[in-house]
């Protein structure tokens, strides 16, 4: 079965930096990165980047200039690049894929940015 698994998240000071990876397994045909999502406790989702056709990205304008994503099609990976780390960053990270023409998402990955 396809699985998407994000990692690298965790505790940073205010400015530091933070790379988050997304990475799928299983039975792929195609890989298809769909964006970023964050969810803090007690706020809604947000879209935090989308990717369009695998290359072209939009970023949420609270992380533009800081976040910047990549990705290994080798490795089947995508990256979340996050620098000067604010505390409004800190939230639940997601990422979303497309493959076999059906939408997946990881379990999350916690990012804290202490006060």
């Known amino acids: 079965q396809v699985q998407l698994v994000e990692s690298g998240g965790g505790l940073v000071q205010p400015g530091g930096s933070l790379r988050l990876s997304c990475a799928a397994s299983g039975s792929i045909f195609d890989f298809n990165p769909m964006g970023w999502y964050r969810q803090a406790p007690g706020k809604q989702r947000e879209l935090v980047v989308s990717?369009?056709?695998?290359?072209?990205?939009r970023y949420a304008d609270s992380v533009r200039g800081r976040f910047t994503v990549s990705r290994d099609n080798a490795k089947k990976t995508v990256y979340l690049q996050m620098n000067s780390l604010k505390p409004e960053d800190t939230a639940v990270y997601y990422c979303n894929a497309v493959t076999g023409m059906r939408d997946y998402w990881g379990q999350g990955t916690q990012v804290t940015v202490s006060s």
């Open positions: 990717i369009s056709r695998g290359v072209s990205t």
